[in-house]
């Protein structure tokens, strides 16, 4: 995995009409990047807070190929914004599951209303896909799973994540291994 903002091959993701980045430049701080090996959660060098690319122009493939959730599903009301909820949803570079990535200014943003009751429909969901969300702050992840969520520390982009159920007395019970791989 090259990193967090790496497109899904074959993707063409085009944004919704009339959507816009405007002043938003969430995804240029809370991806990891390695085209610009730019860690998840740090500013890009040459980001402008709230102005946008700095090397507009000639910035990475990556870069011109990205789009957030909110960018490209004009089901997202404003409040999910990236730069108005303090997080950016994606899916993860293999095209499954999805990723919550959160400033880390804001770290609690996702856990707040409306945002939270509609994350853990979404966990509901993708259960039923045998997907799962996952929630990164920087280097925190936060595997949120059916019935529970799991703190998993630092986890880096390179690293694997495998979920795994048992049946229990009461339903499933999820689990979560992070297998660590070399950067
Ligand atoms: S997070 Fe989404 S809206 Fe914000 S700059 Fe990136 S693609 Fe645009
Ligand atoms: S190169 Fe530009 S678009 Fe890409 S992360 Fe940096 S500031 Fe954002």
Redesign the pocket.
């Known amino acids: 995995m090259a990193g967090e903002a790496e497109p899904v091959a074959g993707d063409t993701l085009q944004p919704a009409p009339g959507r816009a980045c405007g002043s938003c ?1 969430m ?2 701080k809370v991806l990891e ?1 390695a085209d ?1 090996s ?1 860690a998840a959660g740090k500013w ?1 060098v ?2 402008k807070p709230g102005r946008g ?4 122009d000639t ?2 493939g990556v ?1 011109r190929e990205f789009y957030c959730d909110w960018m490209v599903d004009a089901r997202y009301g404003p409040e999910w914004k990236p730069d108005t909820a303090k997080f950016a949803i994606s899916p993860l570079t293999q095209g499954t599951n999805l990723l919550i990535a959160v400033d880390p200014n804001f770290p609690n943003a996702w856990r707040k209303e409306p945002y939270h009751r509609q994350i853990r429909e979404w966990v509901k969901a993708c259960e039923a896909m045998g997907k799962f969300v996952l929630v990164r702050i920087g280097q925190r992840c936060i595997a949120l799973l059916p019935d529970k969520d799991v703190e998993l520390g630092a986890v880096g982009v390179n690293d694997d994540l495998f979920v795994s159920r048992d049946a229990g007395p009461s339903g499933y019970v999820y689990s979560v291994e992070v297998r660590r791989r070399p950067d």
């Open positions: 430049t995804c240029c990047i610009l730019k890009c040459h980001v690319c700095g090397v507009y910035r990475p870069c």
